[in-house]
């Protein structure tokens, strides 16, 4: 059964840096999303990008994300300056509608020093 | 603004006893509900969508718009059902559809 695919599953970064986090949605699928699961909870949305463009986004999503589909198949998140509260597991799901399931990834898990 | 409540962060159940875990939301129009299990080690998946008024591994959940519910039952709980549950809301139609809000997440534990 085609996954939803994440690297790294684990980004260790200084604060102040650059990070860029993978997905590889399914291949069919034309929605793609970026939730974050701060440690002890609630998974949140962050935004959702369809037809290269970004349709909805979250106020914690501000200008430091920022979100690309670089070529045919993978789906990036950039952080551009990470502070020590974007340390989170973040989680990439993907679905062929808007109105059908996301499938998720396995996560990556920022920590952030 | 749509929000979604699970009051239980942990329930444990023996084996064979039925299970209910419990999930409100609150949200002005139509939403979509659904419950997410994640197992030990393995990636969110989808259990079942109020829509599709399906049974998946023996579950069942049925969304009460009157007490803005979409509780999740087992009649006989299994070992293998011990897992993180998630409850998500989408709001229904126009242009947000897809964004999921989520709960806070039950740890359910069957012991045998």
């Known amino acids: 059964e085609p996954e939803v695919t994440q690297t790294p599953s684990h980004q260790v970064t200084q604060m102040g840096q650059e990070v860029i986090l993978r997905c590889v949605p399914i291949?069919?699928?034309?929605?793609f999303y970026w939730y974050r699961q701060i440690l002890g909870q609630k998974v949140e949305f962050l935004v959702s990008?369809?037809?290269?463009?970004?349709?909805?986004k979250s106020e914690i999503f501000d200008d430091q994300f920022s979100v690309e589909r670089p070529d045919g198949s993978n789906f990036t998140l950039k952080i551009r300056s990470t502070k020590l509260e974007d340390s989170a597991m973040y989680f990439c799901?993907?679905?062929?509608?808007?109105?059908?399931?996301?499938?998720f990834g396995d996560g990556t898990r920022l920590s952030i020093l | 603004a749509q929000r979604v409540t699970q009051p239980e962060k942990l329930l444990s159940v023996f084996k064979g006893a039925p299970v209910e875990l419990k999930c409100n939301y609150s949200?002005?129009?139509?939403?979509?509900l659904f419950w997410y299990v994640q197992y030990s080690r393995q990636r969110l998946q989808l259990l079942l969508r109020?829509?599709s008024r399906e049974s998946i591994k023996g579950f069942t959940a049925d969304l009460n718009k009157g007490e803005t519910s979409f509780h999740l039952k087992k009649p006989f709980a299994q070992e293998e059902d011990s897992a993180m549950y998630y409850c998500?809301?989408?709001?229904?139609?126009?242009?947000?559809?897809?964004?999921?809000?989520f709960g806070q997440g039950t740890i359910l534990t069957v012991h045998p």
């Open positions: 949200y002005s129009g139509s939403p979509e």
């Open positions: 109020h829509i």
């Open positions: 998500a809301l989408s709001p229904g139609g126009g242009t947000s559809y897809g964004k999921l809000t």
């Open positions: 799901a993907s679905s062929v509608t808007a109105n059908q399931p996301q499938h």
């Open positions: 291949s069919n699928h034309l929605y």
């Open positions: 990008f369809y037809n290269n463009e970004i349709s909805e």
